[in-house]
């Protein structure tokens, strides 16, 4: 099947949602794009995407819809809020959710869509800011095959990594899976180097050290060098979102009757976190909890 002929709409023009909508664009496809916002509008159309002032003009033109929104609940009021999706899309369509959300409302939604023949995928997404902009991003997905197989074009032109986990919900437990590890390897990575400053050997040579063995992780080898030992702070990626991830690892746990110590400890230290950092901070601030003159706590006062 040809997919370039496809229009693609984009609700949410956020960091993630505008710069997945401007990969798209620089693959070929047509994308419309939709925001509350009309700051956030305009700067979709710089980047070569068509602003639409209301839902229903999205979707006149768009089979297949990808959601880039803050949280379950936007994801709930888009989609089956009285002026919703089920209510405006017609059947045949895809949503393609890159929200990082909760199993529950992407189950809630998808079983709504599939009465209308309306396909749901939950389908958050890694790389941040910068991988929707290079196309470079990772993607864990959860739902029917088939409907993964249909969109898979538009999802390989917006990513570099997918893979299929399971059933509706099945993406969002992944991805809060692995924002719990990148939580705490935030945290235990600064208190690696923290270890090592105190002890006399300098830091950035131990991050060396720690990206040539067994202890490496994203948080080592790409937050660290690019965002926290530069003092940048700027990722693009805020605490308060990854409060919000973390707890919704917390949540889950939970409800599961899990006893994760470590993934509640990583939870707790977020949490305090609000007493030093604002939501507005970038979430690699978190390591200047554990050493506020090794991570420049004072360069962002």
């Given amino acids: 099947m040809q997919f370039m002929t496809h229009t693609i709409g984009v609700i ?17 496809f047509t994308v419309i794009g939709f925001d509350l916002s009309e700051t956030a509008r305009k700067q ?51 949503i393609i959710d ?22 749901f995928l939950d389908a958050p997404v890694s790389g ?35 893979v299929h986990v399971g059933d509706v919900g099945a993406g969002n437990i992944a991805k809060i899976a692995n924002n719990m590890l990148a939580a705490a390897h935030l945290i235990t990575t600064a208190e690696a ?48 979102l990854m409060r919000k991830d973390v707890g919704l690892a917390k949540t889950l746990a939970q409800s599961l009757n899990v006893e994760l110590p470590m993934a509640m400890k990583s939870a707790e230290l977020w949490e305090d976190s609000i007493h030093k950092l604002a939501d507005s901070d970038d979430f690699c601030c978190i390591a200047q909890c554990t050493n506020p003159l090794l991570f420049g706590k004072e360069d962002n006062a």
């Avoid at 720690?210 to 693009?236: E, H, L």
């Fill in 128 to 162: 941040g800011p910068a991988g929707a902009a290079a196309g470079t991003m990772s993607m864990v997905i959860g739902g029917d095959m088939k409907a993964y197989r249909h969109v898979l074009p538009v999802l390989e032109a917006m990513s570099s990594v997918r």
């Fill in 12 to 28: 949410g023009l956020g960091n993630m949602g505008r710069n997945m909508a401007a990969t798209l664009v620089k693959k070929s």
């Fill in 193 to 240: 180097l923290t270890l090592a400053e105190k002890a006399g050997v300098d830091p950035e040579k131990v991050l060396e050290a720690i990206n040539a063995g067994s202890g490496r992780s994203a948080a080592s080898q790409a937050m660290f060098p690019t965002w926290v030992m530069t003092k940048a702070y700027d990722s693009g990626f805020t605490m308060g």
């Fill in 44 to 94: 979709a159309v710089e980047q070569g995407v068509i602003p639409a002032s209301q839902l229903s003009i999205l979707t006149e033109q768009c089979d297949i819809i990808i959601l880039s929104l803050p949280k379950a609940e936007h994801v709930e009021a888009v989609c089956l809020g009285a002026n919703g999706l089920i209510h405006l899309v017609t059947a045949g369509t895809t």
């Fill in 98 to 119: 890159t929200t990082t959300s909760v199993p529950e409302t992407s189950r809630m939604v998808a079983a709504e869509c599939v009465k209308r023949d309306i396909a």
